[in-house]
């Protein structure tokens, strides 16, 4: 950028609102929603969509509770005049949904979108013009009262129409299209023409919409405008007041939040921002932050992925792998410190208390997400991230100080191969290096039986593919074990022992407990797993798993076999 943007671009001068009340707002109800996903997000697409596509995304929209859907642009296309046709012809529209259409304020477009709604039950007619000064003076030439006369005229003409279609209900919506740019107090004054135009009262109201066509200033601005607005409109209680924001400056939701805390009533937007330029607000997001904070945004998401799914595939367009709540990523954490603090999460929080889970601002299964992709391994990740993998994929509970040993070896593996790994894939390495290490030292069978002060052991081990009986005394089958192998020269001290269950169902096979061993072999500490059904085999197994992780014993039992 080689321009001052100082000589080239003006800040947006700010909204004389001195007494301002959307600061301290907090936003305690659903607004109205309205999706535009078929309207201003379909005529955004690279390859619009058709009847069938179109007719599964209406469907879906009503399956997540939208009521006011604005569903085509009659007057533009046969495409769209068609759809309008088949939802009203042939039953689809639900008894509590009431379905939009979109016109230009021009006679000829509006005889055209009323002649597409005949028949329906209860229908929005939405019609807008620009307002702005760049439009007044620029594209249109035309002078502020030619402005408001055309939308005048157009609300009259509607209303003449629409009284010729007693079996339909209709509703007035007018947008000032270019509000954000346009003069507040010649926005008011269109806008309560209109309002005038339509007869509203409080029993019949008129929508005035206040689009950020395009997003020209901070969100803060677009919630003084709302609220001045919200303030100044003549017949306020026969007024839905209603938002549609632009995202140029990526602030859409954001804008949407302040406006909501402004004073509007109503929000337009589409499902994961689709739209013009950089696209409209998304309402996934709107709606799922109201329900992070306490407030049911009145929209069902708890199928999350097949909203997401159906979307991808009416549109052709993918949803980011981070997009808030609906992203392939958004619930993944491969740092290292996050996954740590979220297992600790997972393992304190209660099935009825507040969610109060670390890096994790909603429940991913009240958006029907499993936990399964929650942590993911890769040359990031930490003991935390591994641990949670291996209890949630094969229930085996590693003790803190194995995690932290078991974490360098994962390390050693993703740092080599430079990519992520997968659960599948720990347990694979953790089974090399644990359960069945290349080592000449293994365990085969034994009889236990008990003796006076404690427990007798018969074992046989192989070293080197030979067999050996041992045997040994102690006050437990591992302290009778430990002596046990001081007859072929190991001498190993155990420093510590735990043993879980991890069910027979586990991933890890059949196997119904785990037992964990830290060793001292001269010197050296390591640990050792054993898994079997039987807890004194586990145990048993562990021990030699131990042992031939340490090199230096490996050495002695060469020497000694």
């Not at 739209?275 to 009145?298: F, K, S």
């Not at 236990?448 to 067999?467: F, H, K, N, P, Y």
Request: hydrophobic share 40%.
């Amino acid at each position: 950028m080689h321009a001052q943007p100082s000589q080239k671009y003006q800040p947006f001068p700010p909204v004389n609102l001195k007494d301002r009340q959307w600061p301290n707002a907090v936003i305690s109800q659903p607004p109205v929603w309205l999706s535009t996903d078929l309207r201003d997000g379909n005529q955004s697409l690279f390859e619009p969509m058709d009847a069938d596509k179109k007719m599964r995304m209406f469907k879906m929209l009503c399956q997540i509770g939208f009521k006011e859907i604005e569903v085509a642009f009659p007057s533009a296309s046969q495409t769209d005049f068609n759809f309008v046709r088949t939802l009203i012809e042939q039953d689809h529209i639900p008894a509590d949904v009431t379905i939009e259409v979109l016109t230009q304020a021009r006679e000829h477009l509006i005889r055209r979108t009323m002649e597409s709604v005949r028949g329906a039950r209860r229908v929005i007619v939405h019609i807008y013009n620009a307002t702005s000064p760049t439009f007044r003076e620029v594209v249109f030439n035309m002078s502020r009262e030619e402005v408001k006369a055309m939308a005048v005229d157009s609300v009259r003409l509607v209303k003449t129409l629409a009284a010729e279609m007693p079996e339909t209900e209709v509703i007035m919506q007018y947008s000032p299209e270019t509000f954000t740019a346009t003069e507040l107090e010649f926005a008011k004054e269109v806008c309560d023409a209109v309002t005038d135009a339509w007869d509203a009262t409080p029993q019949r109201k008129v929508i005035i919409n206040c689009p950020a066509t395009v997003e020209v200033a901070t969100p803060n601005i677009y919630a003084d405008q709302i609220e001045w607005m919200h303030r100044h409109l003549a017949r306020r209680d026969s007024v839905i007041l209603s938002l549609h924001p632009h995202n140029d400056r990526g602030s859409a939701v954001a804008a949407t939040e302040l406006g909501m805390m402004a004073g509007a009533d109503r929000v337009e937007g589409c499902l994961f921002g689709h739209g013009e330029r950089t696209g409209n607000v998304d309402l996934v997001t709107v709606a799922l932050n109201m329900y992070t904070q306490g407030v049911h945004p009145g929209l069902d998401f708890s199928d999350m992925n097949a909203v997401g799914r159906t979307v991808e595939e009416c549109t052709q367009i993918d949803i980011h792998p981070r997009h808030p709540y609906a992203g392939d990523l958004v619930f993944t954490a491969f740092s290292g410190s996050h996954q740590d603090a979220i297992k600790k999460g997972f393992a304190s929080q209660q099935e009825d208390a507040r969610w109060n889970v670390p890096y994790l601002p909603i429940d991913p299964k009240d958006l029907g997400r499993s936990y399964d992709s929650i942590i993911r391994v890769n040359s990031q990740s930490g003991k935390g991230g591994v641990a949670y993998l291996m209890e949630s994929q094969y229930g085996v509970v590693m003790p803190r100080r194995l995690q932290v040993e078991f974490s360098g070896v994962v390390q050693q593996f993703t740092d080599a191969h430079g990519s992520e790994v997968t659960a599948k894939d720990i347990w694979q390495l953790f089974n090399r290096t644990y359960i069945e290490p290349a080592a000449p030292f293994s365990f085969k069978d034994y009889q236990l039986q008990s003796e006076e002060g404690g427990q007798a052991i018969r074992m046989t081990v192989e070293v080197d593919g030979v067999a050996t009986i041992l045997s040994g005394h102690g006050n437990g089958p591992v302290d009778a074990a430990i002596h046990a192998l001081q007859g072929i020269g190991v001498f190993a001290q155990v420093r510590s022992f735990e043993e879980r269950s991890i069910g027979a169902s586990a991933s890890a096979g059949e196997a119904s407990a785990c037992a964990f061993v830290e060793v001292v072999c001269a010197g050296k500490v390591c640990y050792g797993v054993g898994i079997n059904p039987d807890i004194v085999t586990a145990s048993i197994e562990a021990i030699i798993s131990g042992i031939n992780r340490s090199g230096l014993v490996l050495t002695a039992i060469a020497k000694t076999a």
